[in-house]
């Protein structure tokens, strides 16, 4: 099992394509992603989480128990830039930049620090998406800063 990032009441690990949170209740496996995760963030405020590798979840924290993994949006990366994910803020967990025939695949994710639900990652080098995005975690826009 891989560690990913880790705040007081969470963690975010993974264990080949599967990933897990963990609580002081337990584990909670949240679903496969394809190509195994690369990495992850906790907000410090323990509002959301993300995990990276072939797309990049959002996670709303504190996550219910009864989450349907099955039932998770998994958006294209087209969908993303078109703005489709702004019908999907308020789920509890979602899947960008991920279907098979439209991936993007995140090599890095770290905290810019220009705003408090803004996340940087660092996408596809050498690729179609090849660049350094912010994630807006409450709106769920994309912006390519390079």
Do not use: C
Request: net charge negative; proline share 5%; no cysteine.
């Amino acid at each position: 099992m891989i560690t990913w990032a880790r705040s007081k009441q969470y963690a975010i690990l993974s264990d080949h394509d599967y990933v897990f949170l963990e609580t002081a209740q337990g584990q909670q496996a949240l679903g496969w992603m394809y190509g195994n995760p690369t990495g992850g963030l906790i907000d410090p405020r323990e509002a959301w989480a993300v995990v990276i590798g072939t797309g990049l979840w959002v996670i709303r924290l504190p996550l219910a128990d009864n989450i349907d993994v099955d039932m998770v949006p998994v958006l294209s990366s087209t969908q993303v830039f078109a703005g489709a994910g702004q019908a999907h803020v308020r789920a509890p967990l979602v899947h960008m930049m991920a279907t098979p025939e439209d991936s993007m695949y995140v090599e890095a994710v770290y905290d810019p620090h220009v705003a408090t639900d803004v996340v940087r990652i660092v996408a596809d080098l050498g690729d179609r998406y090849a660049g350094v995005y912010d994630v807006n975690l409450q709106t769920l826009e994309v912006i390519k800063q390079l």
